[in-house]
């Protein structure tokens, strides 16, 4: 319950810049995955944005029509998939990008660069041990 009050109050923070985009929360998460790691097949945004596979087939087929993404299929199995950002999502990056840095060093001012880090560090051992079972 603690960790989902601090995803909470931190989206309270994020989400209206994203929303005032046009965006959804998933659609954002996408697109950062993307713009991070690259071209990835559906699969591996799956893991890396924590949305189930069913979710992300719809999500990426709403991307696509906004003209946010580009799917292409493997020249080698046809059955598998690339999917890559478009110029409009590459822009929105840019733009969001700016907004949410803000927050960020908003939130750092609110309760130190100290407490960040720690947390930062926190969550990402707590990862690491789970991610050993």
């Known amino acids: ?13 994020f989400r209206p810049l994203i929303t005032a ?5 998933q659609q954002w998460r996408v697109i950062r995955a993307l713009n991070e790691k690259g071209p990835l097949e559906p699969r591996q945004i799956s893991d890396l ?3 189930s596979s069913p ?8 991307m696509e029509t906004l003209g ?4 292409e299929r493997f020249a080698d199995d046809q059955r598998r998939v690339r999917v890559s950002l ?4 590459v822009k929105l ?17 609110a309760v130190g660069a100290d407490v960040v880090a720690q947390v930062y560090q926190a969550v990402d051992a707590l990862l690491a041990g789970l991610d050993e079972d």
């Open 21 to 25: 985009q046009g965006l959804t929360e």
């Open 68 to 71: 946010l993404v580009t799917k």
């Open 49 to 51: 944005c924590t949305i």
């Open 1 to 13: 319950m603690l960790l989902l009050r601090a995803r909470e109050k931190m989206m309270d923070r």
């Open 55 to 62: 979710s992300m087939a719809g999500v990426l087929a709403r």
């Open 93 to 109: 990056v840019k733009v969001l990008s700016r907004d949410l840095e803000a927050e960020y060093g908003a939130i750092e001012r």
């Open 86 to 89: 478009t110029a409009k999502s």
